[in-house]
Antibody, heavy 119, light 110 residues
Framework: QITLKESGPTLVKATQTLTLTCTLS??????????VGWIRQSPGKALEWLAI???????GYRPSLRTRLTIRKDTPRNQVVLTMINMDPLDTGTYYC???????????WGQGTQVIVSS | QSALTQPRSVSGSPGQSVTISCTGS?????????VSWYQQYPGKAPKVVIS???KRPSGVPDRFSGSKSGNTASLTISGLQTDDEADYYC??????????FGGGTRLTVL
């Protein structure tokens, strides 16, 4: 059984940098075909796909946020880290870590971590 | 990359069927069979109910079905039950390791 656990600050100030960590269990970030990504949801709003990184180190980013996002793997710790610079109150929401095999579907989701950006 | 278009809300009575549409473009829905649908209850993480346009992951009732025609995908829920009341999101692969979600549809079971 694959489980994902997000961790990071609940409160950040505008213009600061957000760093979120996703820790995997039951799967490895280095297993062939494995991708781990991030999806967020602002209060009362729709899901927004943000970024993904694969076992092969291939990356993908939401085009509108490309300049603000960086995703990387920490293979020894079996973690994926998302960094978002220049945070804004509009970035407030729940950030989910997701697991995917290939490009089919996001089969496993973390419980989500809430991020509040204060002005 | 624009969000996929879904109706904001749909409703139906128990036992009835409802269909939720998801319209994209030639860059996403129209080009790939990697369209998935997610069910989300308030305060909970989403859960996949349909993958690859029309496949049901293990454990998903066969009341859930999916299809696609051109740039529009659809999710149909037949034999509506009260616990189907939730938000539903479509999602499509959009190439170059990117994905796009729909705006979400609130399903109300009357």
């Amino acid at each position: 059984q694959i489980t994902l656990k997000e961790s990071g600050p609940t409160l950040v100030k505008a213009t600061q940098t957000l760093t979120l960590t996703c820790t995997l269990s039951g799967s490895s970030v280095s297993n062939s075909g494995v991708g781990v990504g991030w999806i967020r949801q602002s209060p009362g709003k729709a899901l927004e796909w943000l970024a993904i990184i694969y076992w092969s180190d291939q990356e993908g980013y939401r085009p509108s946020l490309r300049t603000r996002l960086t995703i990387r793997k920490d293979t020894p710790r079996n973690q994926v880290v998302l960094t978002m610079i220049n945070m804004d109150p509009l970035d407030t929401g729940t950030y989910y870590c997701v697991h995917i095999m290939g490009i089919q579907f996001f089969g496993t989701w973390g419980q989500g971590t809430q991020v509040i950006v204060s002005s | 990359q624009s969000a996929l278009t879904q109706p904001r809300s749909v409703s139906g009575s128990p036992g009835q069927s409802v269909t939720i549409s998801c319209t994209g473009s030639n860059s996403d829905v129209g080009s790939y069979r990697y369209v998935s649908w997610y069910q989300q209850y308030p305060g909970k993480a989403p859960k996949v109910v349909i993958s690859d346009v029309s496949k049901r992951p293990s454990g998903v009732p066969d009341r859930f079905s999916g299809s696609k025609s051109g740039n529009t995908a659809s999710l149909t829920i037949s034999g509506l039950q009260t616990d189907d009341e939730a938000d539903y999101y479509c999602c499509s692969y959009a190439g170059s390791h990117t994905w796009v979600f729909g705006g979400g549809t609130r399903l109300t079971v009357l």
